[in-house]
């Protein structure tokens, strides 16, 4: 007896959706610049540029599962860099200048965390207020200009660096998502997220330490901002304090198109990813159309908009069916 496929079905979940847009788009650049875009090379300069938005990203969706998000992202990501840059110029050998990178991130998720949930700033104005707080100290530190004179080219070292025969950024990528889908799937700390994002009060009158888990999370996406600072740092041979502008709205993006509400409650890290690559791709093979960057902007822009509307659309029609099948 033969099946019909429900494609219904399908389209109502969000994920299916984005892998559905991520393989489209694919098709589409293979069939107008095959020769360029279909190559095992291209894939991996696509996930290599998008290392860092996948890895602080992945967090990030934790923290957006409770209605929560960081705007600071993309200027912690500069003063890390900076930072590591400094180091490294100063003498400093690889992995302790990283380490220190690193602190110099999870600082910043200590004080957006505290400002979130000790004094009850709104993630927008808290996040908000680091961004620029970052960003400045970034450019102070490297006296507004680029740190790239007199740099030893040990800096370059992790960028350069194969494992297995996979790019490490590539590896590093394959690492964050096994660690987080395990976080999101098989933790109370992922368990907990959901059911922040889902009912916040209802959450802390059933023993969740709320402001802890929130905390925690804006401690954990500073730390990979930090380590997304060395590794940015790496590939440039530089440190760039005006650099990662709009980096915090490509994660934000990736999270979105992944499926993850706004309001919280909803979310998924491997819809993240695909999220993150559809960005990726789509702006690798616009760049081989020779599309201009500002009207791939204008794109980016158009795709958040719908993005956000047809998530929450999907989500609401989701949680209506919930509702309907419980009253049956």
Do not use: H
């Amino acid at each position: 007896m033969n099946r019909k496929i429900d494609f219904s079905k399908i389209f109502r979940n969000p994920i299916s959706i984005i892998v559905t847009f991520f393989l489209l788009i694919n098709i589409f650049f293979i069939i107008t610049a095959y020769d360029s875009f279909f190559q095992i090379e291209n894939y991996f300069y696509v996930l290599k540029q998008t290392a860092m938005i996948i890895i602080v990203a992945s967090a990030a969706t934790i923290l957006m599962m409770t209605g929560n998000f960081d705007l600071s992202t993309g200027s912690v990501v500069a003063f890390a860099g900076c930072v590591y840059a400094l180091m490294i110029k100063n003498g400093m050998t690889l992995i302790p200048a990283g380490m220190i990178a690193v602190v110099v991130g999870i600082v910043i998720g200590i004080i957006n965390g505290t400002m979130v949930t000790k004094f009850n700033f709104p993630p927008f104005i808290a996040t908000l207020c680091m961004m620029y707080i970052s960003r400045g100290i970034a450019l102070i530190l490297a006296n507004g200009a680029t740190i790239r004179d007199n740099m030893p080219p040990e800096i370059g070292y992790l960028a350069s660096r194969d494992f297995l025969g996979l790019p490490i950024f590539v590896v590093f990528i394959i690492i964050a998502l096994i660690i987080f889908v395990f976080i999101e799937k098989k933790t109370l700390l992922g368990k907990y997220a959901l059911a922040i994002g889902g009912n916040r009060n209802a959450a802390f009158f059933s023993g969740i330490n709320t402001g802890a888990i929130i905390f925690s999370i804006y401690v954990i996406i500073g730390g990979l901002a930090g380590f997304a600072g060395v590794m940015s740092a790496s590939r440039l041979s530089a440190g760039d304090p005006r650099g990662m502008v709009g980096f915090e709205f490509d994660v934000i993006l990736a999270i979105i198109l992944g499926g993850t509400s706004l309001s919280g409650g909803k979310g998924s890290i491997i819809g993240t990813f695909f999220g993150a690559m559809v960005v990726a791709s789509l702006g690798n093979g616009l760049d081989m159309l020779n599309v201009l960057t500002f009207w791939q902007s204008i794109l980016k822009g158009i795709i958040f908009v719908l993005a956000i509307v047809l998530n929450e659309k999907i989500l609401k029609n989701i949680g209506k069916k919930t509702v309907v099948m419980a009253k049956a």
